[in-house]
C-alpha cells in the first residue's frame, strides 16, 4: 500500500476534502500513466476541481503541471496544451510563478510534438532556461536546457547545444541516479 492508498480514506474519514483530493489526484495521474491516459487525466481535473470547491487554488500550478507532464508522456498533445495554457493563465492571475519555467518547457516539447515550427518551441525552451536561470532553481534549468539542446542537435548546431548543457549539468556534484541527470549526461555523450 503507497501513501495515496492511505491518505484517501483516512482524508475522508477525518472530513479533510482537499487533501483526499489530493490522494485522488495521484492516484488518477497513475492510473493515467499506466495505460489509461484520457481516464486519469480527465478525473486528475475532476481532483482539481474538487480542490478548488474548497475555497484554495494553492499548489494549482504545480498540479497543472503534472497533468501536462502526463498528456505529454502519454501523446495527449491538445489536451496538454489546453492545460499548459491555463495553468500559465492561472500562474499569472495568482502570481503563483514558481513552477512557471517548468510549464514554458512541457508547452514547447507539447509544441514540438505537434510539429510546429522550431523557432516558436525554441522560444519557449528559451524562456523556461531565462525563468529557471532568474530564480536560480537549476533542476528546472537543467530540464529546459537538456529540451533546448535536443533541438539544437536536431538543427546541426552540436558545439552550442553541448556547451549550453555542458554548462548547466557541470553545476551538479551529486544525484546522478535521477531521471534528469542521467538524460543530461546522455545527451552529452551524443553531442560529444
Request: include cysteine.
Amino acid at each position: 500500500m503507497d501513501d495515496t492508498e492511505e491518505i484517501v480514506p483516512l482524508s475522508e474519514k477525518n472530513g479533510l476534502l482537499y487533501m483526499a483530493a489530493h490522494g485522488y489526484f495521484y492516484r488518477d495521474e497513475r492510473q493515467a500513466l499506466e495505460g489509461q491516459a484520457k481516464e486519469g487525466i480527465k478525473e486528475m481535473r475532476r481532483s482539481l476541481a474538487i480542490m478548488e470547491g474548497t475555497g484554495t487554488l494553492t499548489c494549482f500550478t504545480r498540479l497543472m503541471a503534472r497533468i501536462v507532464d502526463a498528456c505529454r508522456k502519454t501523446g495527449e498533445i491538445e489536451e496538454g496544451i489546453l492545460a499548459v495554457n491555463e495553468a500559465l493563465e492561472v500562474a499569472q492571475k495568482y502570481d503563483e510563478r514558481y513552477v512557471e519555467p517548468e510549464l514554458y518547457r512541457l508547452k514547447g516539447e507539447l509544441l514540438w510534438m505537434r510539429g510546429e515550427p522550431e523557432n516558436e518551441i525554441e522560444k519557449h525552451f528559451q524562456r523556461a532556461l531565462e525563468l529557471s536561470r532568474r530564480r536560480l532553481a537549476k533542476s528546472w534549468e537543467l530540464r529546459a536546457a537538456t529540451s533546448l539542446a535536443r533541438l539544437m542537435k536536431k538543427q546541426g548546431k552540436q558545439k552550442e547545444a553541448y556547451e549550453l548543457l555542458n554548462g548547466v549539468f557541470g553545476w551538479f556534484t551529486e544525484g546522478f541516479d535521477f531521471p534528469d541527470l542521467k538524460e543530461a549526461r546522455s545527451l552529452l555523450e551524443e553531442l560529444r
